[in-house]
């Protein structure tokens, strides 16, 4: 996910938007048109459903969030820059400083600055340490930067009392806010970290233009320094998100619907963590060309050598599978074992040149793998869509109402949420060292697997079980509405067991 974290500050003294939302989100009441095929959308509505069904209640992925608007957040950063102020006896633009350098955490400042209230001002570069030696006031009035002699009320100075003329400040300040700089302009004098607060940095910027976009960088900077904030990534969003304990959860903009990581800013990707993520996405993309091949969407049928593509989600082919053209048979007894990768434990022992085929080896396996997922959730988003069509359309020819069919576009979404947590495990087990944890790890996948998969092919053909209509009623086949509601209800146990044994442990 691309941002351009300066379009992310845009100074929205736009109306607040009303929204003030929690993590828990409204249930989707499936009659939206404009939702249909959103797989965005799958975390909506489904969780309360299979529930009922008697699930495991504990949701690992559980998470309060509240989306606020840029005056709500303006008002949340003020409150914390008057109490360190006020505790501190600073002004308001040096507390900032001194808050975005602590990451905003108001009692470890408090604690620290009683114990020893110089350092807690020197860390923060908004007072010069005692190490430091200080420089007295110039006698000359004479420029340090231009060397022009100036009036002494056109000399300005910042704590650490290196004196410049208005001028050069003026330039200084300009050439770094004109760079998108907000936070971290400091002094122009060599070897001086010392930063210069906004109330300086101000009045020393032409025009009205140039000082909105220095407070827009400054929020943004803010926000981003907050340890419980984040700016959502959307396009030109204002929104800004506030937790009480940052964490790497599943968070959602009410205003873009944006989804994505609190903690990295990136797509949510549980359970793996944000530096394994981050890692294999840079992999990727360095590996992409090595990998072309293998991201081809042919093969060739294992019985007749005829090639053949895969135009649906599920990976269960006639009697083979998808990933390893192995007997879809053995799947069962064998727990999918073509999701584990089978390491040469003798490699350590072989050539260089043995030891490269080998990682070359081991990253396809796992590549093929992810990506493989990523094509079934974009075929099953069809799959999703022709499910919600031809729901509108029996509804509307009178065969059953909305509740009636609601149980398979609860089985598509939910099918796609677990799909989507089994293509993130690829990158997880990818990095994971070798052990019991990794065994572990790899049966549960193992597990989870084969339920998707089991829920995919009911999923792809649940619509096209026969039903009979009687007097304008639907009268539904018990036994395989049944079996459908029990597969989604074991799948998302499945999901729920792996990320509350893996995910941020």
Not at 107 to 125: C, E, F, G, P, T
Not at 344 to 359: F, H, L, Y
Not at 472 to 488: I, T
Request: proline share 3%; aromatic share 10%.
């Amino acid at each position: 996910m691309s941002v351009d974290m300066n379009s992310q500050a845009s100074d929205s003294n736009e109306d607040d938007f009303g929204v003030n939302s929690e993590g828990e989100e409204d249930e989707d009441d499936g009659g939206d048109e404009e939702d249909q095929g959103d797989i965005a959308s799958y975390y909506e509505g489904v969780a309360s459903d299979v529930e009922q069904q008697g699930a495991d209640s504990f949701d690992p992925e559980e998470y309060l969030f509240t989306c606020l608007t840029y005056k709500e957040s303006q008002r949340v950063l003020m409150e914390e820059v008057n109490t360190v102020a006020a505790a501190l006896k600073v002004l308001p633009a040096v507390a900032k400083l001194i808050l975005v350098h602590f990451q905003w955490q108001v009692s470890q400042i408090l604690d620290r600055y009683k114990s020893n209230s110089s350092l807690v001002l020197s860390d923060a570069q908004v007072q010069p340490s005692s190490s430091c030696r200080l420089v007295t006031p110039p006698q000359s009035l004479q420029c340090g930067v231009c060397l022009q002699v100036v009036r002494r009320d056109a000399l300005l100075a910042l704590p650490c009392q290196h004196s410049f003329c208005k001028a050069c400040w003026e330039q200084h300040c300009t050439v770094l806010v004109k760079d998108g700089m907000g936070v971290g302009i400091s002094c122009m004098a060599q070897d001086c970290s010392l930063q210069m607060p906004e109330d300086f940095v101000l009045p020393l910027l032409p025009g009205e233009e140039l000082k909105d976009k220095y407070r827009r960088y400054l929020f943004r900077d803010y926000v981003e320094t907050h340890f419980q904030l984040q700016l959502c990534p959307g396009a030109d969003c204002p929104i800004v998100i506030k937790v009480q304990e940052p964490r790497a959860r599943r968070v959602q903009c009410s205003r873009c619907s944006e989804v994505f990581c609190f903690k990295c800013r990136q797509m949510y990707h549980a359970p793996t963590d944000c530096a394994t993520i981050r890692k294999w996405l840079t992999k990727c993309a360095d590996d992409s060309e090595t990998a072309n091949y293998i991201s081809a969407h042919t093969k060739d049928c294992p019985k007749c050598n005829i090639c053949i593509e895969k135009n649906g989600g599920c990976n269960h082919m006639v009697n083979f599978c998808w990933m390893c053209l192995g007997d879809w048979k053995t799947h069962g007894s064998e727990y999918y074992e073509c999701s584990r990768y089978k390491e040469n434990p003798d490699i350590v022992n072989q050539s260089q040149q043995a030891q490269a085929r080998e990682a070359l080896k081991k990253y396809l396996f796992y590549f093929e793998r992810w990506e493989n997922h990523n094509k079934s959730l974009q075929l099953e988003a069809q799959t999703y869509q022709r499910i919600q069509e031809k729901i509108q359309e029996r509804v509307m020819n009178n065969l059953g109402t909305w509740i009636d069919w609601q149980y398979l576009h609860n089985a598509a979404k939910l099918l796609a949420k677990c799909r989507y947590t089994l293509q993130y495990t690829y990158p997880y087990a990818y990095y994971m060292e070798s052990g019991p944890r990794k065994k572990l790890f790899e049966y549960q996948q193992a597990q989870l697997e084969a339920e998707i998969e089991n829920l995919s092919w009911k999923v792809e053909r649940a619509d096209s079980y026969e039903r009979g209509v009687v007097g304008g009623e639907v009268e539904l086949s018990a036994s395989d509405r049944g079996d459908l509601e029990n597969q989604m209800h074991i799948a998302e146990q499945r999901r729920r067991t792996l990320l509350k044994d893996f995910h941020d442990t």
